[in-house]
């Protein structure tokens, strides 16, 4: 299992728009996806559905903890981390 | 009944009479069934969620051509909650258990509703009511009919609480006369799908709006933000002849949106349009553009993995030029920052992006891609009038490197062939405050300089223009803003060149006359706000505005500004 920690910058968090790339993204591996907020101490949820990463309520400055088990889950992780650090740079 | 006066927040502009129709959202009745075949559940939901994602798909297509890529999103948002994996297996659990698909479903939405409603933020609850609006939809379907949203037998003032984006999406436009909403905001999707639709809105009205009966006569003014029930003759009288005036005022403006803009004393004040598209360029001289004064590149660059090639570009400018033909065109080069991203280019993330690498900043350290952009803006240029403006330029070493970026394209490409026909001239967006400081040297530099009100006036007011707690502050009309603009002017005119404004500001009726009379040579501003802009300034003349223009930059606050250029304006014809 991969874990990385991650803050989420984006002016909206992780919300309608962020939370569908996220999903989306997420949903391209075949390892499962877990998403927590360590603001709210809340999760894990799939990180693959848009409505569970939504009901996290992640704003712009929380932290997250992304897990990923499975066969790809070195690049799933690694996959979702830039996908955050680079606050989504050109996806949405 | 008396006629009463409800007032609420004014949401879209214009006046209607009509009848009220007034919706009540039904909520849902959900038939439970336990001993259901899961099978055949499973069946209906799919029947259900296919009918629903072809409606939705339908409603997206219409909003995004009525009224934008932004409000069609929300379609697309509520296509992916429809395809949700948490959301269907939790419904898929429920119907393996022989719950049926209706209870299944509405349970599943609602689980995931109410979680969202428990969020602090605010916006997370808004987004409750979407995923309800989505499932409504599909519990519809799963009954097998019913009403999406409010169904107008004859044209009437929609009422209502407030309206989902389906509901709104599902009005048949050519019966709503007006829309009044006890609740809602200007920027909600009602607001902007009637402002899109030219029909008046009003919108925080307050639960006494409730209280009306259907077939109440209602006078709406969306100007003013103002409902009259069962008005009186007198009352009826007056709010059409003030409608007639209005839309006299409005015919004439279209009608001579297409002549240049003169004051009555004969000073020419060019109007022209900000536009980001092909179809954008279009629209602007349906509406009476006189030119782009801010061609926005951006749309050519972001959402993409790597930068367009110069082809590419080129093909597009020559759209565009084409389109505006021997009016002149201001092609911005790449504004990106870390607010406007683009993924071949390395930004780090900002704790202030507006302060941040952007603009000619970060450009300048990309020069094989900006000299591809002009390159790309000067081959397809030829024959045209084009201007290239350089934005967020803050220091002389920065403009003159661009500049000098430009003139190098040139000479490789007189080298290498014949030069191309049309003129270029070379300025940029003044919008940076040391800019606007240090006018004079800049002046001297350029071929025209435009003034970018937006960020300016942010800058000056250290005002976040996205900040809902301090927008208040972000008004172009504020006399600290207008003395920046005076003082560009002036330095402008003293070098001999022109000076524009390009920020929103130029498209306010309340400032049109201010900024004419602080000598303005040109105002850029969206293409719905040309005919307006245009009619304004031609009931002034120079001296009049001249003197206005004195006055207000006198003043003590935004507020003043706009009540002396309201107090002030001539009587309309």
């Known amino acids: ?62 932290e997250i903890e992304i897990t990923a088990e499975g066969p790809d889950e070195d690049a799933a992780a690694a996959a979702l981390e830039t996908l955050i650090r680079t606050d989504f740079a050109g996806r949405l | 009944m008396a006629a009463r006066v409800l007032t609420g927040i004014p949401a879209s502009p214009g006046m209607a009479e009509g009848p009220a129709f007034i919706w009540r959202r039904q909520a849902p009745f959900v038939r439970r069934r336990t001993g259901a075949a899961p099978e055949e559940e499973r069946r209906r939901l799919e029947a259900a969620r296919s009918a629903a994602r072809a409606e939705i798909d339908g409603l997206r297509a219409r909003v995004t051509t009525t009224a934008g890529g932004q409000q069609g999103a929300i379609f697309a948002a509520h296509l992916m909650f429809l ?27 609602e689980h995931f509703a109410a979680q969202l409603e428990q969020l602090p933020d605010p ?161 602007a001289v349906h509406a009476g553009a006189e030119g782009v004064g801010l061609l926005r590149t951006e749309f050519l660059f972001l959402g993409r993995s790597a930068p367009p090639g110069e082809e590419e570009q080129a093909a597009v400018y020559r759209a565009i030029f084409e389109r505006l033909g021997s009016r002149p065109v201001a092609v911005r080069t790449l504004d990106a920052g870390a607010d406007k991203p683009v993924p071949y280019l390395p930004l780090p993330a900002e704790a202030n992006p507006f302060l941040g690498y952007r603009g000619v900043r970060l450009l300048l350290d990309h020069p094989d891609l900006l000299k591809v952009q002009l390159r790309a803006m000067l081959r397809a240029a030829s024959g045209s009038r ?43 967006t003044v919008e940076v405050p040391a800019a606007v400081i240090l006018a004079d040297h800049f002046a001297r530099e350029a071929d025209f300089l435009t003034i970018g009100t937006n960020d300016l006036t942010q800058y000056t007011m250290a005002a976040d223009r996205g900040n809902a707690n301090v927008a208040h502050l972000n008004d172009g009309c504020h006399p600290a803003v207008l003395r920046l603009v005076q003082r560009v002017v002036e330095a402008g005119h003293t070098t001999g060149i022109w000076v524009g404004v390009c920020g929103e500001l130029a498209g306010d009726p309340d400032a049109v006359p201010v900024l004419v009379g602080l000598g303005v040579d040109e105002l850029s501003m969206t293409p719905a706000a040309i005919p307006r802009a245009k009619a304004i300034v031609r009931q002034w003349t120079f001296e009049d505005a001249r003197r206005l223009a004195h006055a207000a930059v006198d003043l003590d606050s935004a507020h003043a500004v706009r009540a002396l250029v309201r107090g002030r304006s001539p009587q309309d014809g």
């Open chain 1, 1 to 62: 299992m991969k874990t990385v920690r991650i803050r989420v910058t984006n002016e909206v968090g992780l919300h309608a728009r962020t939370a569908a790339v996220f999903a989306a993204e997420a949903a391209r591996f075949a390892s499962a996806i877990g998403v927590r907020s360590l603001a709210r101490d809340s999760g894990p949820v799939d990180g693959k559905s848009i409505l569970t990463v939504l009901t996290l309520g992640v704003e712009q400055g929380h």
């Open chain 2, 83 to 109: 395809d949700d994996a948490a959301l269907l297996s939790r419904a898929g659990e429920a119907i393996a258990r022989g719950i049926n698909a209706e209870a299944a479903w509405y349970d599943a939405v």
């Open chain 2, 123 to 283: 916006t997370f609850r808004t987004r409750a009511a979407d995923i309800r609006d989505v499932g409504h939809r599909v519990l519809v379907h799963l009954s097998g009919g019913g009403e999406a949203g409010p169904a107008l037998p004859v044209p009437a003032v929609v009422v209502a609480s407030d309206l989902s984006p389906s509901e709104v999406a599902s009005l048949d436009r050519a019966l709503v006369l007006a829309v009044c909403l006890a609740h809602g905001g200007p920027t909600s999707h009602a607001a902007i799908l009637a402002r899109a639709w030219g029909v008046p809105a009003v919108v925080g009205v307050g639960d006494p709006l409730m209280d009306l009966e259907h077939g109440d006569v209602l006078l709406v003014d969306g100007d003013r933000g103002e409902v009259i029930v069962a008005p009186d003759e007198a009352q009826r009288r007056a709010f059409h002849d003030q409608a007639a005036r209005a839309a006299r005022q409005e015919r004439t403006a279209r009608a001579a949106s297409g002549e240049p803009a003169l004051t009555r004393d004969g000073r020419r004040v060019h109007i022209e349009a900000n536009v980001g598209s092909v179809d954008e360029a279009s629209a």
């Open chain 2, 386 to 428: 084009v201007r290239i403006l350089f934005p967020m330029v803050a220091t002389l070493e920065e403009w003159r490197r661009a500049r000098a970026l430009v003139e190098a394209v040139q000479r490789e490409m007189r080298a290498a062939g014949p030069a191309p026909a049309g003129t270029c001239e070379i300025g940029m």
